[in-house]
């Protein structure tokens, strides 16, 4: 085969190492991350029946626990099993479908929640189930690190995100109407049964092979580039990757940007209550995950052209803006409309911070790399489930809006100030190299 030449099936297949189809190996992590999505962006609905189960407030700290424990096991659950299949990637299905089994487990088992079962029972079937979703998210992020490169990378690095996101935009109102027709119970128990479809779409998952050659390279451009990528220290394991400044940088921005999320989404209900929104509040819940993905997948092509720090800048600013005014607004369509720009900025942190993860550290340990990173997350999720509850109750909605707006804008100016490793600067292209 020719540099420019349309390769074989049989090439294609030697080169990826498995019959799969590229295409359809997205499709199905696609589909994956859809499912696992209520775990996020529907908790809310959950909180006021809970609540008046266990006989407390919906924001407060014994709710919210069960959304630490989610963002606490989910990141490091990824950060375990990424590293695990960086080293043995064959296995890479089998874990799927482990995790679409935790994750189904996970809701089905919640169902069963009473005041007699106790809230630590639900913290810890929720936290099994979280193991699956952190399976799930890191396979997913890997796949695009490993299999694009280049200006395809952040693009399906936002679609996988867009999945993740924009899922729950389909089965919110499904989770919303069985919790107010039905139950809490039947809600956990019905989507937790559909999140067995997991099992086959993320069966269908792959990891390319170590030497996998990229599409419209021969075998030899693609030796060269990995013989180039060595000498020039790009590809970086776990270890060497923390002893870099960028990578606390990144840990740090990561933290701000997700922090301020996730402690706005898992309130969605009880923050547009309290400013007197209690219709736009529920819609505002349906709309999230929508905007949010869309901003994942529009990141994504844009940090493509535009850069990662730049796209940080921008879609992180408009997160931060938008939190410091949606607490002074007077009008329900705005106060809709603030929110969809809220999510539209977050959701891209689930993007940009991976494919800056990858350009700057390399795609070979992607998995252990980006793993480590979203630890920033676990931190961030026990300031939103159980730091921001205290803060909330203590100092009222309006300040803790204001706090989250200021995280936001910082993460975005840390995005902006971390210049690429020297060397992972672009060096001069190889002959014949597409």
Do not use: C
């Amino acid at each position: 085969m020719t540099a420019n030449a349309s390769p074989t099936r049989e090439e294609l297949i030697k080169s990826r190492g498995t019959r799969v189809p590229l295409w359809l190996i997205v499709f199905g992590m696609i589909i994956s991350t859809v499912l696992v999505s209520p775990y996020v962006y529907s908790w809310s609905f959950f909180t006021v029946p809970l609540a008046k189960v266990f006989g407390v407030s919906a924001i407060s700290y014994p709710i919210s626990t069960t959304f630490s424990v989610y963002g606490v096991v989910q990141p490091l659950t990824m950060f375990l099993s990424g590293r695990f299949l960086d080293r043995r990637r064959h296995l890479t299905p089998y874990f799927m479908a482990i995790a679409g089994f935790l994750t189904s487990i996970g809701w089905i088992l919640s169902s069963f929640t009473t005041k007699s079962t106790g809230l630590l029972y639900l913290y810890t079937v929720y936290g099994i189930g979280s193991i699956g979703v952190g399976i799930v998210y890191g396979v997913g992020i890997s796949t695009a690190l490993k299999w694009f490169r280049g200006k395809t990378r952040g693009l399906v690095t936002g679609l996988i995100g867009l999945g993740f996101a924009a899922g729950s935009f389909a089965i919110s109102p499904l989770v919303h109407y069985l919790i107010v027709n039905y139950s809490y119970h039947v809600s956990f128990l019905y989507v937790g049964l559909l999140m067995l479809l997991i099992i086959p779409f993320g069966i269908l998952v792959r990891y390319p092979p170590p030497h996998y050659v990229p599409y419209g390279k021969t075998a030899e451009q693609a030796e060269a580039v990995r013989k180039r990528v060595k000498k020039s220290g790009l590809e970086l394991s776990p270890s060497q990757m923390v002893r870099r400044w960028q990578f606390y940088a990144i840990y740090v921005g990561f933290f701000f940007i997700a922090g301020a999320g996730l402690a706005i989404v898992g309130k969605l209900v009880s923050i547009g209550t309290a400013l007197g929104f209690v219709i736009s509040a529920v819609i505002a819940v349906y709309l999230f995950p929508l905007s949010n993905g869309l901003g994942r997948l529009v990141s994504g092509i844009v940090s493509d052209f535009l850069g990662r720090r730049e796209s940080m800048l921008l879609f992180f600013g408009i997160t931060g803006v938008g939190l410091l005014v949606v607490g002074y607004l007077h009008s329900s369509v705005a106060y809709v409309v603030t929110i969809m720009l809220i999510a539209f900025g977050w959701g891209p942190l689930t993007t940009l911070w991976p494919a800056m993860t990858g350009d700057y550290f390399g795609q070979q340990h992607s998995g252990g790399n980006y793993g480590v990173v979203y630890t920033a997350k676990a931190v961030a999720g026990l300031f939103a489930g159980y730091g921001f509850a205290l803060i909330y109750t203590a100092y009222g909605v309006h300040f803790s809006l204001i706090l989250t707006g200021v995280m936001s804008l910082i993460a975005a100016v840390i995005g902006f100030s971390i210049v690429v490793p020297k060397s992972a600067q672009k060096p001069a292209k190889i002959k014949g190299e597409a």
